[in-house]
């Protein structure tokens, strides 16, 4: 069973910046695309960003295109998210997703002054 920790989120002020991370044990992490996904506060969790195995290609949601990069360490079984600009509507919880359909508990990133 494919198991996902995210961590790295918290409080930060708007314009700020938070990399994420999402830790994986339980299956082959090199041979499977990952995914970042986040729910707003009463809202419908939404897709953000998408890496390939091997990292050679990246996708975005166009609302954190050119703010956020998605990047993966094979080495280390990790997947990171790079926020940056951070705006209070980026608020919500961020939760990691394997290609396999595994899914982390999620880390709360709260952008507020």
């Known amino acids: 069973q494919g198991q996902l920790v995210e961590s790295g989120g918290g409080l930060v002020q708007p314009g700020g910046s938070l990399t994420l991370s999402c830790v994986v044990s339980?299956?082959?992490?090199?041979?499977?695309?990952m995914n970042w996904h986040r729910q707003a506060p009463g809202k419908e969790r939404e897709w953000i960003a998408n890496?390939?195995?091997?990292?050679?290609?990246?996708s975005y949601t166009d609302s954190v295109k050119d703010r956020f990069i998605i990047s993966r360490d094979n080495s280390k079984n990790t997947v990171f998210l790079q926020m940056s600009g951070l705006q209070p509507d980026d608020t919500g919880v961020y939760f990691c997703?394997?290609?396999?359909?595994?899914w982390g508990k999620g880390t709360l990133v709260t952008v507020s002054s």
């Open positions: 890496i390939a195995a091997d990292g050679a290609k990246t």
């Open positions: 339980g299956f082959y992490f090199d041979m499977v695309s």
């Open positions: 997703q394997s290609g396999l359909n595994h």
